[in-house]
């Protein structure tokens, strides 16, 4: 009897043997690409409600990283709780099926509309109701699968970290797919439609890959590798150091990721794409130090580390003037490093199979809080954005073998290097008459590439790059007279130059003022009378509402003239604050002391006012060199113009460094059917000693009726633009890189 019992048994063992390891790569794979799918899918949904903010991001990953360590911790207990293998898969599919109730998720409105004073609360809420939910319960999935075919009876059941590269490989195909694919292809709404359908799959597949295993192991406990040791598995105290050291080794890593994201999407562009940029090279490391044979060796990393956080350092001191693209080659090559030593001493160091998920946890619990300290303790510890570096210097100090290039030859080499590059250096600092204004800031960047290269050749290593770590901590500092603040959107730095007090936000300057009495009031930068805006602004003669989406000092505030309302929108409230305080700058106490100031995202809080109440409306928001996409599609600027009166006009400054914006603008003034002029104002070449009264700018104007456009005409500067023919951008499709080749090329 009990052999006929056990044929079938047999029978079933074999059939699921035939699938091999099959059904948990595909399972690890399909979950990892879901995991990493909806992170931009999040994203995008939540960038337009706070004003396209780079820190939009950096929070949204702090809360994947967060659910991704709730998932981690359910796997851990659940392996520690629950030793039979076939409750674990009866609990898991039970929270599968309730986490699909939010399903297909969307931003959840229980919490209203953002607070720009408390954006980083409202966005943490809004995730944990709309998308934590599923997205933890297949989290959990990568470290379950692998305690599940540790317990599969297979021959390499000892060690299933291989299938963390399946994972890692399914999180990056994941990101890659969504610029690609989903975001041109689909909507929102289907980009979520499609991740639903793919949680379905990934549900059947979870199940099928636990009743495999149960079927091939028979529910016996985790395999253990033949060599193991029990003699030379750590005590106590040595389990608590380990723990720790994997701590800091996925804590420096994922603090980076957020420092070099902030550091290119605050010059370039607030998207999905640039985003994803540094996240799929973080990705990617996991995948080559958890393969049985990795591509790339630890010790070729750490030798490459060094020198290449000294060029980075060398490029953010701004001694020279560096090209777009080698600088983000440059800082996406140092995080893809920095991963390499930091997640291959964690490859180096993972335990036995029967440790598997606690170490996943400990794992996940530094990338946390790598994140958490970039994402949400910077922005208020610090006044400026040293992150970045704080975090070159800190994965130097964790890098095993600090004393690589030992050998007191090299050492002699690498110090007449150094020696050869800060005197190179110090040349160029000085140039003609007087010392450059970021002198301070530079010297200190020396001092901390010279730290950075004797961490690699000397045992006080350490010790400099500390020293290194407090001189860059001093660039706080931006200059003498002046003041730094941090909030959500972005560094504010306010100091004086020559004749002129300055507000910095970000890497740009957003407004100047002079100092003297008697050219206070006179618009300056961008906004100066011989501009493009300045001769908008001076032409209007009416006595209608005029709006500016974009604060910055108020400069165009003193174009107001008796009978004119101002509002001004600002989604920055330290933008708003500094440029009412008088002690700061005076164009609005002086010039429109009732001009109202409307705190929230520009294209939110216009939808919110009456169509048709602007005689001059002015489109000025971006952050630095970072633009707002979601203020640039179509819907945006059918939005805008329906705010304008018959005779409106709409300015858009589209001044930029790295993309060409202009083409953008008029491909959808086309697709309107509206008219657009454009000037590229240039100053002339006897006013380029005065870096701030006026500005070199690029700005597009539009209008519902050609005739509100006609006094422009008569200035041979406007020129009539027409569409090339592209495709212009929506709330579903844009395409930056095809702006910054244009302007590169």
């Not at 723990?243 to 070099?260: E, I, K, N, Y």
């Not at 002198?439 to 350490?462: D, H």
Request: glycine share 8%.
């Amino acid at each position: 009897m009990n052999r006929v019992l056990a044929a079938p048994a047999r029978a079933a063992r074999q059939s699921a043997a035939q699938f091999g390891a099959s059904p948990y790569i595909a399972t690890v794979f399909l979950s990892a690409a879901l995991v990493f799918l909806v992170q931009p899918i999040f994203a995008k949904m939540a960038t337009p409600l706070l004003g396209g903010a780079p820190n939009v991001w950096n929070v949204s990953l702090v809360c994947f990283q967060a659910a991704l360590l709730l998932g981690y911790a359910y796997a851990h207990l659940l392996n520690h709780l629950v030793v039979s293998l076939r409750l674990q898969i009866g609990i898991h599919a039970g929270l599968l099926a309730l986490a699909a109730l939010v399903l297909p998720f969307q931003l959840s409105g229980a919490l209203g509309t953002p607070d720009p004073t408390q954006p980083t609360l409202w966005l943490i809420g809004v995730f944990a109701l709309s998308i934590a939910p599923p997205f933890a319960v297949i989290a959990a999935t990568a470290p379950l699968i692998q305690i599940w075919y540790s317990r599969s009876g297979r021959d390499d059941a000892h060690d299933p970290y291989h299938l963390y590269s399946a994972s890692n490989i399914g999180s990056l195909i994941g990101l890659m797919a969504y610029p690609l694919l989903l975001e041109p292809l689909l909507p929102v709404a289907l980009q979520t439609s499609a991740w639903t359908v793919g949680y379905g799959v990934l549900a059947v597949l979870l199940l099928a890959s636990g009743l495999v295993a149960l079927a091939t192991g028979r529910g016996a406990p985790p395999a253990i590798a033949d060599t193991h040791d029990p003699a030379a598995t750590p005590r106590s105290e040595g389990r608590w150091r380990q723990r720790l050291w994997w701590l800091a080794c996925a804590f420096v890593p994922s603090s980076l990721l957020v420092g070099v994201t902030t550091h290119i999407s605050t010059d370039i562009a607030s998207v999905p794409f640039l985003w994803a940029l540094p996240l799929i090279l973080y990705i990617s490391t996991f995948i080559i130090v958890f393969s049985k044979r990795p591509a790339i060796r630890l010790s070729v990393s750490v030798r490459l580390l060094s020198l290449a956080v000294a060029v980075a350092f060398l490029a953010l001191s701004s001694l020279f003037s560096i090209p777009l693209l080698f600088a983000l080659v440059l800082h996406l090559f140092v995080l893809f490093l920095a991963a390499m030593v930091g997640h291959g001493a964690l490859a180096e160091d993972r335990p036995e199979a029967n440790r598997l998920t606690e170490f996943y946890l400990i794992m996940s619990l530094g990338g946390v809080l790598g994140g958490a300290f970039n994402a949400l303790l910077v922005p208020v510890i610090f006044t400026s954005v040293i992150e970045y570096p704080l975090g070159l210097v800190a994965i130097l100090l964790i890098r095993p073998g600090l004393r690589w290039m030992g050998q007191s030859r090299t050492r002699l080499w690498t110090a007449a290097a150094v020696i050869a590059l800060a005197m190179a250096a110090a040349l160029r600092l000085i140039q003609g008459d007087e010392i450059s204004f970021y002198l301070p800031f530079r010297i200190l960047n020396l001092i901390a590439i010279v730290g950075i290269v004797m961490t690699a050749t000397t045992r006080a290593g350490p010790a400099v790059a500390a020293a290194s770590a407090l001189g860059i901590s001093m660039l706080a500092s931006p200059a003498s007279n002046g003041m730094s603040d941090r909030s959500f959107f972005g560094v504010v730095k306010i100091f004086e130059r020559g004749e002129h007090r300055l507000l910095m936000h970000g890497t740009t300057v957003h407004g100047a003022q002079f100092l003297a009495e008697d050219k206070k009031l006179q618009p300056t930068t961008y906004y100066a009378p011989a501009t493009p805006i300045g001769q908008v602004f001076s032409s209007y003669t009416g006595t209608g509402h005029i709006g500016a989406v974009g604060l910055g000092t108020g400069s165009v505030a003193c174009y107001a003239q008796p009978g004119q309302t101002y509002t001004f929108y600002e989604i920055d409230p330290l933008v708003a604050k500094y440029a009412q305080d008088p002690a700061y700058f005076t164009y609005l106490s002086e010039c429109t002391p009732n001009a109202e100031i409307v705190l929230g995202d520009g294209r939110l809080t216009l939808a919110a006012e009456p169509a048709g109440q602007f005689d001059l409306l002015l489109i000025d928001a971006f952050s630095s060199d970072s633009i707002p996409v979601h203020l640039l599609t179509l819907e945006a600027i059918e939005l805008y113009l329906s705010r304008l009166s018959d005779n409106g006009v709409l300015m858009i400054h589209v001044s930029n460094k790295y993309l060409s914006l202009e083409p953008v603008v008029v491909r959808i003034a086309a697709r309107l059917n509206v008219p657009a002029l454009y000037q590229f104002y240039i100053k002339a070449p006897e006013e380029k000693g005065d870096a701030f009264s006026a500005s070199s700018s690029q700005v597009v104007v539009l209008a519902k009726d050609p005739a509100a456009l006609a006094h422009l005409k008569q200035n041979d500067a406007w020129v009539e633009l027409e569409s090339d023919g592209g495709r212009p951008w929506t709330d579903d499709y844009s395409n930056v890189i095809g702006a910054i080749i244009d302007k590169q090329f």
